[in-house]
């Protein structure tokens, strides 16, 4: 139980922080950063003071402003204590407005940061200037996002002039905290690739921000933590910089001599490391490929010596599949404040873009070997007698306590072992009753108000824990909570059979004809499968398969031989697999007559492969093979088609149908709407009636997913794929695709949600049913009539949207409706304010949606 509780305080940190969603305010605006954190070199007058400078707001004279006129020789500044090491990706700047009367504003400005409060780093960005470009006058807001972002617990503010002026701020922060804790890593200097035929390729830590010494980078944080992750070809870069691998850190092997690099990592304070992620290039066309093999020693205190005992991995190498990607290195729990590890080269090059570590802070006291001065020199230690306490490397012998002494610990300890123990329990029974008396009021409103069918059966999709429907923050943030396997099995068995049938059976029949308050405790403890799969796709919601189905035996796809596969492209990637476009040789003899048709040159077949990467873990396997399970149940003309498997050896693959006309939201937003304009211009268009045929195709596919209990969960114009015949078949890749990362809203850095598409009851209860299908439907109906112009619901954010599904769940007359598209017929609009009804029983069938929809189309 102790051991418990100390897992749930110090939750695991986020593998790889990801500039683009860490954009959070970081308090100066909402009062979270104090008035005491907020100091300045100087300042005019009291109220012009540094606890005055939050943006937004008009306390005092309005703004921060240093003492006097600003010489352009000045360096005045405004410092920010974050109170811990933050990842800043974005720096706001105002002037002093003060309701109109204010006229100073700072034009430019130049940052300096420190992790420890000594040492003082001036920032630069990528191309190496300091200054950034700040306010034009004294009321508007100037957000400059910063390239590279900056790893800091202090940050100054220093403006900057050109000729005399008086200069006052107002400033606000985005980021996130740094939770890797990684202060520090050291390194040998990047190399240069200079090759026949290619560009030359500094592969230099440009953005690193410690100090070089003998041809090593020391004390310092650079391009391996930006949370920039390279392309699989090097030399190609996410967006434009000054030059080709500008992402990438990498070294040549001739060049270095032993055959390995050395790394050392040091660390905000001592931690219990569970595995380190490392993001390397494996484009072994030019000598580039994953590290064969680690070792990493570990120093318990920046003070003590490395212990003699490594951790040693062994990487599984691909040489049939050039893309980039995470190898994730086990690290055993081992405790450390600093870690040095040596990678093996398998080839010529070896070349990083991130490594990032997994850990929890407040380690428990475990079991090491004693330490020495020299890691790495040897693999085996003298028989030693060390006890848990060890912290020196050297065992020194002191004379044995008196037996009394010993026995009163013991007794001490004992005692407090068990007032612990009676605290936890207390606190737990406390804990119960208080959630007992919070439940009565959220299951009143769901009795009066809410009205939906709660699943009972053990085919119908689960969801989790309802702790309170107070705030609709913290009911998204449930999506994601693991439950226990064993708990989740005693719950289905004593779940009844009430039958299969749209949506979800009747509550009423579930209970016996109870009340629905006393049927929620049931509802409030089922399991949500997770909506990301193993390649970063959807994967549908069904009855439970246990991980004693999942064996080789019991796939009932062809093998293929995987020699015939050619890779040709990376579709897209997820945390444990990938998906690439491949030329499948041989695949129409093989499949006979449901083979999918020839590509152009008429000797093979284009297929997308789903890949599970050699890192994957056991679960991730399972998962995979669930995920083909369930794909060869699928069989109709608008749902994609699993066409065999590469499962009897590593890496495991399934074979998909390929579309190559992409996806329907791409498809439609590089079209306009059929006009004589059009034609005589030879613009790509499409008609009405070849929109609403598209609509009949989905809910067609839609209408036999519900007809066997399945429900997709992220059904959108992404996920809908177009052969050459403009034949729709509806998959699950969006979210695996870089592309379309924006539609879908990160918690905490765990599950992604495609929020703007899911029905109020999934965002706050976390309930996936047929029904929150059919809003989903009305939602991608939406984007069909929209040409895929816009987002749904683009004016708002995604706190806002979360937001607005509290107010249908309140069902006050508050909530906001997708508006009109200009080309949608109002019929259509009905049809789709019928699929965003609130309650899930007012709700349309897809059976109902296909036939209104078939009467409205001309090709039907």
């Known amino acids: 139980m102790f051991l418990f509780l100390l897992l749930v305080l110090h939750p695991k940190a986020n593998a790889q922080i990801d500039p683009g969603q860490c954009r959070y305010p970081l308090g100066m605006e909402d009062g979270r950063i104090k008035n005491d954190d907020i100091t300045a070199s100087s300042q005019w007058y009291e109220t012009t003071g540094p606890q005055y400078a939050r943006l937004n707001r008009e306390e005092g004279d309005g703004a921060w402003c240093p003492a006097g006129q600003l010489q352009p020789s000045d360096v005045q500044y405004l410092q920010l204590d974050l109170r811990q090491l933050t990842f800043v990706t974005v720096v706001a700047t105002q002037g002093r407005y003060a309701r109109s009367s204010g006229n100073e504003f700072a034009r430019k400005y130049r940052l300096s940061y420190s992790r420890d409060g000594h040492r003082w780093i001036p920032w630069k960005n990528r191309f190496g200037s300091e200054v950034i470009m700040a306010n034009i006058n004294t009321y508007a807001s100037v957000v400059k996002d910063l390239h590279p972002p900056i790893i800091t617990r202090f940050l100054r503010l220093i403006p900057v002039t050109d000729t005399v002026h008086t200069v006052c701020m107002r400033v606000e922060l985005f980021g996130c905290p740094w939770q890797d804790g990684l202060t520090a890593y050291s390194a040998p200097e990047g190399h240069t690739m200079m090759a026949p035929g290619y560009p030359i390729t500094p592969l230099n830590d440009s953005t690193y921000d410690g100090v070089q010494e003998r041809r090593r980078v020391l004390g310092g944080l650079g391009q391996l933590t930006d949370g920039v992750i390279g392309l699989d070809d090097f030399s190609q870069t996410r967006q434009y910089m000054p030059w ?62 490395w212990e003699q005992e490594p951790v040693e991995f062994h990487t599984v190498l691909d040489d049939r599949n050039p893309s980039a990607r995470y190898v994730t290195v086990p690290l055993e729990r081992r405790v450390a404040t600093a870690i040095r590890c040596r990678f093996y080269f398998a080839d010529t090059w070896m070349i990083f873009s991130e490594i990032s570590f997994q850990s929890v802070t407040n380690p428990l006291p475990t079991l090491r070997p004693p330490l020495m001065t020299s890691p790495f020199k040897s693999q085996t230690r003298a028989p030693t007698t060390v006890t848990a306490a060890t912290e020196t490397s050297t065992v020194t012998s ?82 994601d909570t693991p439950t226990h396997t064993q708990e989740r099995t005693e719950l289905r068995a004593k779940a009844p059979d ?155 693959c399934m074979v998909t149908e390929y579309m190559e006309n992409g996806d329907l939201n791409m498809f439609l937003s590089q079209r306009e709407i059929e006009s004589t304009l059009t034609h005589a211009n030879n613009i790509p268009s499409v008609s009405m009636t070849d929109l609403l045929h598209m609509a009949v195709q989905i809910a067609s596919g839609m209408k036999y997913l519900g007809s066997l209990n399945f429900v997709h969960r992220d059904l959108a114009t992404r996920n809908c794929l177009l052969d050459r015949q403009l034949t729709i078949k509806i998959s699950d890749f969006g979210m695996s695709r870089n592309l379309y990362s924006s539609d879908y809203y990160r918690i905490q850095g765990r599950a992604v949600l495609p929020i703007r598409w899911m029905a109020w009851e999934s965002i706050l209860l976390g309930k996936f049913t047929t029904a929150s299908d059919v809003w989903a439907f009305g939602v991608t109906l939406w984007e069909i009539f929209t040409l895929c112009r816009e987002q749904p619901y683009s004016l708002l954010t995604d706190e806002q949207v979360i937001e607005n599904s509290g107010e249908f769940f309140r069902n006050q007359g508050r909530q906001i409706y997708l508006s009109p598209p200009p080309l949608c017929p109002p019929p259509l609009y009905e049809l789709m304010m019928r699929c965003w009804r609130r309650d899930i029983r007012d709700r349309p069938s897809f059976h109902s949606l296909h036939q209104a929809l078939r009467l409205y189309s001309p090709r039907s």
């Open 498 to 652: 009430c039958g299969g049938g749209y949506a979800e059976p009747d509550i009423t029949r579930c209970t016996h004809h109870q009340s629905l308050q006393s049927s929620v405790p049931h509802y409030a403890e089922t399991l949500i499968v997770k909506l990301q799969g193993v390649t970063g796709s959807n994967t549908y919601a069904i009855p439970a398969l246990t991980a004693d189905s999942l064996t080789r035996k019991d796939i009932t796809a062809a093998e293929f031989p995987r020699e015939r596969l050619i890779f040709r492209e990376k579709l897209g990637e997820g945390q444990f697999g990938e998906v690439h476009l491949c030329e499948a040789e041989g695949l129409v003899e093989f499949l006979g007559e449901e083979a999918p048709p020839l590509s152009d040159d008429k000797s093979s077949v284009l297929v997308a492969v789903k890949q599970l990467r050699a890192d994957a873990t056991t679960t991730a396997r399972n998962d995979f093979l669930k995920e083909i399970k369930i794909m060869s149940r699928l069989n109709d003309s608008n749902i994609i088609r699993l066409l065999c498997v590469c499962v009897h050896s590593d890496p495991l």
């Open 244 to 305: 080709p691998g500008y992402d990438y850190v990498g070294w040549r092997n001739d060049s270095l001599g032993p055959g390995y690099i050395e790394m050392e990592f040091q660390f905000d304070r001592q931690r219990n490391f569970t595995s380190m992620k490392v993001h390397s290039n494996n484009m072994f066309a030019r000598g580039v490929k994953v590290f064969s093999s680690v070792s990493c020693v570990f120093k318990p205190r920046l003070i003590s010596q």
């Open 398 to 479: 002191k004379p044995r306590p008196p037996e009394e002494s010993n026995t009163s610990i013991l007794i001490g300890c004992l005692v407090t072992i068990i007032l612990l123990l009676v605290v936890i329990i207390f606190l737990i029974l406390w804990w119960q009753y208080v959630c007992k008396v919070m439940e009565k009021g959220p299951r009143r409103i769901l009795d009066e108000e809410v009205m939906v069918h709660l699943p009972c059966n053990s085919d119908s999709p689960q969801s989790p824990p309802l702790d309170s429907l107070d705030s609709p923050y913290e009911r998204v943030f449930l999506l």
